[in-house]
């Protein structure tokens, strides 16, 4: 059985900084090209960062570019996103996403809120 588990969520004030974890089981992140999306109350999931399964090439959403860092750790079969100067907009839930066509499978999600 597949499960991705994200951790790392929480409060935290403008300008802050929090790392989220999504720890698999059941599939070697390396293989997948894992990705991070979030959503925010009343919104559209919105798509966050990609680290590709082939050469490990990341890229960013225009919202969090040189803001958000996303990597992997293969011994951990661990994702990882690292978010520096938090705004108030970044508050929402963030979900990690691993696809390897055909298979595609979600995280439960960990709530990120960002309030002064």
């Known amino acids: 059985q597949v499960q991705l588990v994200e951790s790392g969520g929480g409060l935290v004030q403008p300008g802050g900084s929090l790392r989220l974890s999504c720890t698999a089981s059941g599939i070697t992140v390396s293989r997948y090209t894992m990705r991070w999306y979030r959503q925010a109350e009343g919104k559209e999931r919105e798509f966050v960062a990609i680290i590709t399964r082939i050469g490990g090439v990341t890229n960013y959403g225009d919202s969090v570019k040189g803001r958000f860092t996303i990597s992997r750790d293969n011994a951990k079969n661990t994702v990882y996103l690292q978010m520096n100067s938090l705004r108030l907009e970044d508050t929402a839930v963030y979900y990690c996403?691993?696809?390897?066509?055909?298979?595609?499978?979600w995280g439960q999600g960990t709530q990120v809120a960002v309030s002064s």
């Open positions: 996403n691993a696809n390897w066509a055909p298979y595609e499978y």
